[in-house]
């Protein structure tokens, strides 16, 4: 079955420390995004990539970073640095099609992510 | 600048009441696509529907409907005779469909509907 897994559901962890949740998606698209969900903002995009071994910032980049080394991947790593980590985040992705912003984005689970 | 605007934050019916979610945007671009999605508790967002600037038809699937209303700037979703099942939240998205667009999505802040037995 095709889709998107994002690992582990739930993760703990320590202030101070780097984190890094896992995407991977066997659909064959193009670009992956990561979003960020806290109660009542709604989704906020963290980092997106259109290609491999490109990524862009979206509006809520300072304290992640991404990388993009395979088609179907798109780890994304919580830092010390970011001042509140714990949210639930969730993985998209879509492919290119001929007519911009047509498709829609396919969701993985997402991980809840708790700093204890 | 782009913006969703989802002004119901929670709404409680009882079974089989109709109801409708309300989506209000803002965009300076001519063409451009509206999305709602559904999450329900497990958390995993479930596309619903798109619909493009040039088509202002209303849709049915079903027990769902979408009313689009280009000169409101407004993108509402009814559900006729709601269902437990229908207990999720909701959001309404934007995307950009011009000239350099990035395939993003601008998401509202979502409308949690509660439907009671």
């Known amino acids: 079955d095709g889709g998107i897994t994002q690992s582990p559901k739930y993760l703990f962890r320590k202030e101070g420390q780097n984190v890094t949740l896992s995407c991977e998606q066997n659909?064959?698209?193009?670009?992956m995004y990561w979003y960020r969900q806290d109660p009542g903002q709604g989704l906020r995009l963290i980092y997106y990539?259109?290609?491999?071994?490109?990524?862009q910032k979206g509006d809520i980049a300072e304290g992640y970073s991404v990388s993009r080394e395979k088609k179907e991947s798109f780890p994304l790593t919580v830092t010390s640095a970011q001042k509140n980590p714990t949210a639930f985040y969730l993985c998209?992705?879509?492919?290119?099609?001929?007519?911009?912003?047509?498709?829609?984005?396919?969701f993985g689970p997402g991980t809840r992510l708790t700093v204890l | 600048a782009q913006k969703v605007t989802q002004a119901q934050t929670e709404i409680s019916v009882v079974e089989k009441e109709d109801v409708t979610l309300d989506c209000v945007y803002e965009?300076?671009?001519?063409?451009?696509?509206l999305f709602w999605y559904k999450q329900p508790p497990s958390g995993e967002l479930v596309f619903l529907i798109r619909?493009?600037?040039?088509?202002?038809q209303n849709e049915i699937s079903g027990r769902y409907s979408w009313n689009f209303q280009k000169s409101t700037s407004s993108f509402n979703f009814t559900i006729t005779a709601s269902q437990v099942v229908d207990s999720a939240v909701y959001f309404c998205?934007?995307?950009?469909?011009?000239?350099?667009?990035?395939?993003?999505?601008?998401f509202g802040t979502g409308t949690l509907l509660a439907v009671q037995p």
């Open positions: 998209a992705s879509t492919p290119f099609s001929g007519r911009a912003g047509y498709n829609e984005q396919f």
């Open positions: 619909r493009n600037s040039f088509d202002e």
């Open positions: 965009t300076r671009d001519t063409t451009y696509y």
């Open positions: 998205a934007l995307s950009e469909a011009g000239g350099g667009a990035t395939n993003k999505l601008i």
């Open positions: 990539s259109q290609i491999v071994n490109d990524f």
């Open positions: 659909l064959n698209h193009d670009a």
